[in-house]
C-alpha cells in the first residue's frame, strides 16, 4: 500500500494558521514556517513542506494556495476550496442577499473597461442584485419571471453598508483609499478558475488573470498591453467553450456582442470554487471586458 | 495495514468508495464548523452522508466517521471530539417522532479541537481577534460551575455585571454559549412564576473541559490569598 507523507504538528501548525487566521501574508507565513520548523523559509524546504501539505489536502479536495493581491503587490498564502459540492454551498456565513450583492461587485469590477480593477463604494452600493440570483439560481423552467426573493427586496442601503464593511473586513474584498472597492485577498485565492471561465484576460507572460491592469501587469511588472488581436483570440476561445454548453444563447456572430445568460444547468460539475462563491457563480454570465467595452459604445 | 483491508472487504465497497465518504464526511465537518460558528454538528447529519448513497451496510457509517476522524488528526492536527446531548432541558423538551430506537447512537454529536500543544497554538493559530470570545466563554463557565453547575439567569448577571459586561450589550454572547452547547438553559417553574437556569451542556461536560475549567478556577481561587467583601 502507498505510504502518503505523514504530515507532522509542523505541518499542521501551518495549515491551522491559515485556517484560523485566514490568509496570510507571505512574509507573514514565511515567518511562522520559520519559527515552527527552525528552518529558513528557503526555496526547497519551504516548497517540500507546501507540497507534502497539498498531497494530504487533495484528500478532501482543498488546496494550500499563493496568490498575487493586484493592488499592493503582495503575495499571500490560503487554504481554498478546489470543488464546489453541497458542503461547500452550505460553508458560508453569508446570506442570499449578500452573496447576491459579492457577486454583482465581483462583476462590475470585473467588467470595468478601464482596468482600474475597482468601483466606487457608491456603484457597489446600487449595484442591482436581482439579476445576480436569477441567472445564479437552478431554474427547472425557462420561464424568467421568478419571484424576486423577498429577502432581497428587504436588503436596505444600510445593511448593504454593513456586509461591505464585512467582506472587507473577512477579506473578500478590499478597501482602497478614495472611496473605492475593491477584490479581498480571498477572492484573488479562490477565484482562479471563475477569472478563466469568464475570461479575464491573462498576462501573457505569467498567466495571472489581471483585474487591475493599469499600465503593468502586477504578477510579473511586464507592460500591459490589450490590443485587437488578443480580444480576437479570446472571443475563439469562448466560441469554443460554448460547445458542450446547455446555453439556450445560439453560437452565431451576434451572440457575442451580447452579455450571455446561462440559465439552469451548471456547465460542469468540476469548476473550482470557493464557499462563498460555489454554485452562486457557476451559473452566472459569461462576461469580456472586450463585450463590455462594445456593449458601452453602442 | 492488513486489518484496515480486511475491515474494508466486510463492506464490499471499494477504496475509491471509502475514500469519496471519509473526504465528503470531513469536508461536511469542516463546512459546518465553520457555518454554525463552531456548535457541535450532530451525528446524524454525518451518517447520512453514507445511508443517503443508498449504502445499507449496517456499520460503514461508523466506520466512515472513525476513518474520517484518524484523517482529520493526520492531515490537520484537528481531534473530531464526540460529545454525548445531555436530556434536553424542561425550556426545549419535545416529542422525539419514531426515533426511540436511535436515541442512544443519535444522541452523539462533534466538534473539532486542535491537537497542537497549547503554546504553539497560542503563539500561531489564535486569532487575536476572537480570543475575547473564548475569555467571556472561561468567565461565564467558571461563575457556573462555582455556582455548583447551575445558576439562575438573574445571579448569572449579576456577577458579570460586577465584571463590566451587561444584558443589553452581552446577550448575545451569552446566547452563542447556549447554540455552541456549552450551556443549556432551563425554565422551572415556581410560586412566583418562571425562573430561568443556566446550566452545563455537553461542551462543558466533557471530561477534558470540565478537568481545565476547575484547575482554572483553583489556580485563581488560590491566587487570591486576601480575604473578600462579601457580596
Not at chain 2, 199 to 209: C, G, H, I, S
Request: charged share 25%; aromatic share 6%.
Amino acid at each position: 500500500m502507498p505510504a502518503s507523507t505523514s504530515l507532522s504538528s509542523k505541518h499542521h501548525t501551518l495549515i491551522q494558521a491559515l485556517l484560523s487566521r485566514g490568509p496570510l501574508k507571505e512574509s507573514e507565513f514565511r515567518s511562522i514556517f520559520h519559527k515552527v520548523t527552525g528552518k529558513s523559509p528557503d526555496h526547497q524546504v519551504f516548497n517540500d513542506y507546501i507540497s507534502d501539505i497539498n498531497d494530504e489536502l487533495s484528500y478532501v479536495q482543498l488546496e494550500l494556495r499563493k496568490c498575487l493581491n493586484q493592488y499592493d503587490g503582495k503575495a499571500y498564502y490560503g487554504v481554498v476550496n478546489t470543488v464546489s459540492d453541497e458542503h461547500s454551498k452550505l460553508g458560508t456565513k453569508y446570506s442570499v442577499p449578500q452573496i447576491a450583492l459579492y457577486k454583482g461587485i465581483l462583476e462590475a469590477i470585473v467588467q470595468d473597461t478601464a482596468g482600474e480593477g475597482s468601483i466606487s463604494n457608491i456603484d457597489a452600493l446600487n449595484i442591482r442584485l436581482e439579476n445576480q440570483v436569477l441567472s445564479g439560481v437552478d431554474s427547472q423552467s425557462q420561464d424568467n419571471s421568478t419571484e424576486i426573493p423577498s429577502a432581497l427586496k428587504n436588503f436596505s442601503m444600510s445593511q448593504k453598508d454593513k456586509t461591505l464593511e464585512e467582506f472587507v473586513h473577512d477579506q473578500w474584498l478590499c478597501s482602497i483609499s478614495d472611496g473605492r472597492i475593491g477584490l479581498g485577498v480571498r477572492s484573488f485565492l479562490d477565484l482562479r478558475s471563475w477569472f478563466h471561465d469568464n475570461e479575464v484576460p491573462t498576462c501573457q507572460v505569467c498567466n495571472e488573470a489581471a483585474v487591475k491592469v493599469k499600465r503593468v501587469c502586477p504578477g510579473c511588472g511586464t507592460q500591459w498591453r490589450l490590443v485587437a488581436k488578443r480580444e480576437a483570440a479570446e472571443e475563439q476561445e469562448a466560441d469554443d467553450q460554448d460547445g458542450p454548453s446547455e446555453n439556450t444563447s445560439q453560437p452565431d456572430p451576434s451572440a457575442r456582442k451580447r452579455l450571455r445568460t446561462s440559465k439552469g444547468v451548471d456547465r460542469n460539475t468540476q469548476e473550482s470554487d470557493s464557499t462563498i462563491t460555489s454554485s452562486t457563480l457557476s451559473g452566472s454570465r459569461r462576461l469580456t471586458r472586450s463585450s463590455a467595452r462594445r456593449a458601452a459604445a453602442a | 495495514m492488513s486489518s484496515a483491508r480486511d475491515e474494508l472487504s466486510q463492506f464490499d465497497i471499494s477504496n475509491e468508495e471509502k475514500d469519496k465518504l471519509v473526504g465528503e464526511v470531513i469536508r461536511c465537518i469542516l463546512f459546518k464548523t465553520t457555518q454554525n460558528n463552531g456548535c457541535p454538528i450532530k451525528r446524524e447529519e454525518l451518517t447520512q452522508i453514507v445511508t443517503k448513497k443508498s449504502y445499507r451496510q449496517k456499520n460503514l457509517p461508523a466506520f466512515v466517521i472513525n476513518e474520517a476522524k484518524s484523517k482529520l488528526s493526520s492531515i490537520f492536527g484537528y481531534e473530531l471530539r464526540e460529545l454525548q446531548r445531555s436530556r434536553p432541558s424542561s425550556a426545549t423538551q419535545k416529542t422525539r417522532v419514531g426515533s426511540s430506537q436511535q436515541s442512544g447512537a443519535d444522541a452523539k454529536s462533534y466538534v473539532i479541537i486542535s491537537q497542537l500543544p497549547a503554546d504553539v497554538y497560542k503563539k500561531y493559530v489564535e486569532n487575536d481577534e476572537t480570543s475575547h470570545v473564548t475569555g467571556f466563554t472561561f468567565v461565564v463557565l467558571g461563575i457556573i460551575h462555582l455556582a455548583g453547575g447551575k445558576i439562575t439567569e438573574d445571579n448569572l448577571w449579576h456577577h458579570l455585571r460586577r465584571l463590566g459586561l451587561g444584558e443589553n450589550e452581552d446577550k448575545l454572547a451569552l446566547e452563542a454559549l447556549v447554540q455552541q452547547r456549552y450551556l443549556q438553559k432551563d425554565k422551572v417553574s415556581g410560586p412566583e412564576g418562571y425562573t430561568l437556569f443556566y446550566e452545563f451542556a455537553e461542551r462543558a461536560l466533557d471530561e477534558a473541559v470540565n478537568r481545565r475549567i476547575k484547575e482554572y478556577v483553583m489556580e485563581i481561587v488560590q491566587k487570591d490569598a486576601s480575604p473578600r467583601d462579601a457580596d
